[in-house]
């Protein structure tokens, strides 16, 4: 015999059903979204391949990365201030960013070249310097970071003419090899990396470490992991950009392959590191390296000198997840997001 469900029981279960998926929606609705990282991203674009990685996993980032702008700098490899500006224009480009995120022309020289001339009306790095300043100064609640990966001529001389936003940004470093001696971008303006040491700003040195495993430099990959991940990865843009050994690309994925085409190798098996994405990467997602505290040390004479006394402290990082970091990398392609102009 058929039972008959009470249909004062059936509406009373209804109903209940109803309101709690009405409740729990609008409670979704209401949570307040974590707000996003707020940076400039100071960079040699035209020095090898690593900016390049970097520049595009922010630019795809779109849910983690308020991009406030690209500022350039030019280092001992890539050509000169207008080579590095044309390769991150290429870049932004494929990431359907150009135009839309601002991109200024930095330092040519050194610190000790420019220093003296920041209070004049023009002096070299005055577009990037100037956008620093004013993105410092901006009523913003939000952080600024300052995620260099070159020489740091441009944030020492935005330091340099408005002390005052020292305390307004944080700056994120890929550089050194501390506690060793050299590095690239160090070595092109150690200058200007110990007159940002000496100042109040917040600083977080993000380690290379040549062929140690603690550092940046373990994030290695190889040209056949590219060609076989990167081709046609990436927003498709109709206009192709010429790459800067030639050809035609349309992706940013096609033009990764052409770059490590294009490159030494290191080590074995010959593999090259991404450091600058190690450095994006980590503002996306902490976890992905270790941090510890220690005094500021200053360089003399190409030797790290500790100062245990010094009661400014820094930032350093080590000890990278590469596979974590790479396996991110990988799905920004695949789940992109383009950041958002403001």
Same mark, same amino acid.
């Given at each position: 015999?058929?039972?008959?469900?009470?249909? @004062?029981?059936?509406?009373?279960? /209804?109903? @209940?059903?109803?309101?709690? %998926?009405?409740?729990?929606?609008?409670?979704?609705?209401?949570?307040?979204?974590?707000?996003?990282?707020?940076?400039?991203?100071?960079?040699?674009?035209?020095?090898? /391949?690593?900016?390049?990685?970097?520049?595009?996993?922010?630019? /795809?980032?779109?849910?983690? @990365?308020? $991009?406030?702008?690209?500022?350039?700098?030019?280092?001992?490899?890539?050509?000169?201030?207008?080579?590095?500006?044309?390769?991150? %224009?290429?870049?932004?480009? /494929?990431?359907?960013?150009?135009?839309?995120?601002?991109?200024?022309?930095?330092?040519?020289?050194? @610190?000790?070249?420019?220093?003296?001339?920041?209070?004049?009306?023009?002096?070299?790095?005055?577009?990037?310097?100037?956008?620093?300043?004013?993105?410092?100064?901006?009523?913003?609640?939000?952080?600024?970071?300052? *995620?260099?990966?070159? !020489?740091?001529?441009? &944030?020492?001389?935005?330091?340099?003419?408005?002390?005052?936003?020292?305390?307004?940004?944080?700056?994120?470093?890929?550089?050194?090899?501390?506690?060793?001696?050299?590095?690239?971008?160090?070595?092109?303006?150690?200058?200007?990396?110990?007159?940002? *040491?000496?100042?109040?700003? #917040?600083?977080?040195?993000?380690?290379?470490?040549?062929?140690? #495993?603690?550092?940046?430099?373990?994030? !290695?990959?190889?040209?056949?992991?590219?060609?076989?991940?990167?081709?046609? $990865?990436?927003?498709?843009?109709?206009?192709?950009?010429?790459?800067?050994?030639?050809?035609?690309?349309?992706?940013?994925?096609?033009?990764?392959?052409?770059?490590?085409?294009?490159?030494?190798?290191?080590?074995? #098996?010959?593999?090259?590191?991404?450091?600058?994405?190690?450095?994006?990467?980590?503002?996306?997602?902490?976890?992905?390296?270790?941090?510890?505290?220690?005094?500021?040390?200053? *360089?003399?004479?190409?030797?790290?000198?500790?100062?245990?006394?010094?009661?400014?402290?820094?930032?350093?990082?080590?000890?990278?997840?590469?596979?974590? &970091?790479?396996?991110?990398?990988?799905?920004?392609?695949?789940?992109?997001?383009?950041?958002?102009? !403001?």
């Amino acid at each position: 015999m058929k039972k008959t469900f009470p249909i @004062f029981l059936y509406l009373m279960v /209804l109903l @209940f059903s109803c309101t709690g %998926k009405v409740e729990d929606t609008t409670e979704e609705e209401v949570l307040p979204v974590e707000n996003k990282v707020r940076l400039i991203y100071d960079t040699d674009a035209n020095n090898e /391949l690593d900016d390049q990685f970097a520049l595009i996993y922010l630019l /795809l980032n779109g849910e983690t @990365f308020d $991009l406030e702008g690209v500022t350039v700098n030019a280092t001992k490899s890539g050509g000169d201030i207008n080579g590095h500006y044309e390769e991150a %224009k290429r870049i932004m480009q /494929l990431g359907l960013s150009y135009e839309k995120i601002p991109l200024f022309k930095g330092a040519n020289g050194s @610190f000790a070249e420019i220093q003296g001339t920041v209070a004049s009306g023009n002096f070299d790095g005055q577009e990037a310097v100037d956008f620093i300043i004013e993105q410092a100064n901006d009523d913003n609640p939000e952080e600024l970071i300052l *995620l260099a990966v070159g !020489k740091l001529t441009n &944030v020492a001389l935005a330091l340099e003419k408005d002390p005052s936003i020292a305390s307004k940004m944080r700056v994120v470093w890929l550089g050194s090899n501390y506690p060793q001696p050299g590095e690239y971008n160090q070595d092109n303006d150690t200058v200007s990396m110990n007159y940002v *040491l000496n100042t109040q700003v #917040p600083f977080e040195m993000v380690t290379v470490r040549y062929g140690e #495993p603690s550092g940046t430099d373990a994030v !290695k990959v190889t040209q056949a992991e590219i060609n076989s991940r990167m081709p046609g $990865l990436g927003p498709q843009i109709e206009t192709p950009i010429v790459g800067r050994h030639g050809g035609e690309f349309h992706n940013f994925g096609d033009y990764a392959v052409n770059l490590f085409e294009h490159i030494e190798y290191h080590g074995d #098996p010959p593999s090259r590191a991404l450091f600058d994405m190690v450095a994006a990467a980590i503002l996306k997602n902490p976890v992905w390296g270790e941090k510890r505290e220690i005094s500021c040390p200053i *360089l003399i004479e190409n030797q790290w000198v500790e100062r245990p006394e010094n009661s400014r402290k820094i930032v350093l990082w080590e000890n990278f997840d590469r596979d974590a &970091v790479m396996d991110d990398f990988y799905q920004s392609f695949i789940d992109y997001q383009i950041v958002n102009p !403001k």
